[in-house]
């Protein structure tokens, strides 16, 4: 078996990175870096088993689209407003704390979108 090489990553005052695989070293500039994300959150969405945790997870189940995105709502106890989870099969979950006002603006922008696209089909 092959000894496992170690990705280093090593920032430099330049505003570049330096990212060593055994003997090898590169440095890349910010976006560089970006590029490579975008490409390993690709190919990541691509492999099992899934970043995206099961449902168990989420009561109720989290809501699914065909692109492998996921989204549920957590309750915080103790803090008012939700946490909005959304779940990309490249990155994982992200979650973000919503207080009440947001959550009022969240759903006014929503249904503002949505009125928006019924009137441009009609």
Same mark, same amino acid.
């Given at each position: 078996?092959?000894?496992?090489?170690?990705?280093?990553?090593?920032?430099?005052?330049?505003?570049?990175? +330096?990212?060593?695989?055994?003997?090898?070293?590169?440095?890349?500039?910010?976006?560089?870096?970006?590029?490579?994300?975008?490409?390993?959150?690709?190919?990541?969405?691509?492999?099992?088993?899934?970043?995206?945790?099961?449902?168990?997870?989420? @009561?109720?189940?989290?809501? @699914?689209?065909?692109?492998?995105?996921?989204w549920s709502t957590l309750g915080v106890k103790g803090q008012s407003g939700v946490d909005i989870a959304i779940?990309?099969?490249?990155?994982?979950?992200? +979650?973000?704390?919503? +207080?009440?006002?947001?959550?009022?603006?969240?759903? @006014?922008?929503?249904?503002?979108?949505?009125?928006?696209?019924?009137?441009?089909?009609?």
């Amino acid at each position: 078996m092959a000894e496992k090489k170690v990705v280093k990553f090593t920032p430099n005052k330049d505003n570049t990175v +330096s990212i060593a695989l055994g003997r090898e070293e590169t440095k890349m500039t910010p976006d560089e870096v970006t590029n490579i994300i975008h490409a390993l959150v690709a190919m990541r969405q691509q492999m099992i088993p899934p970043v995206v945790a099961p449902d168990a997870v989420f @009561s109720p189940p989290a809501a @699914s689209h065909p692109t492998g995105m996921r989204w549920s709502t957590l309750g915080v106890k103790g803090q008012s407003g939700v946490d909005i989870a959304i779940g990309h099969p490249g990155f994982g979950w992200l +979650s973000m704390h919503q +207080s009440p006002t947001e959550l009022k603006r969240l759903i @006014s922008e929503l249904l503002r979108c949505e009125q928006n696209e019924t009137a441009t089909k009609q």
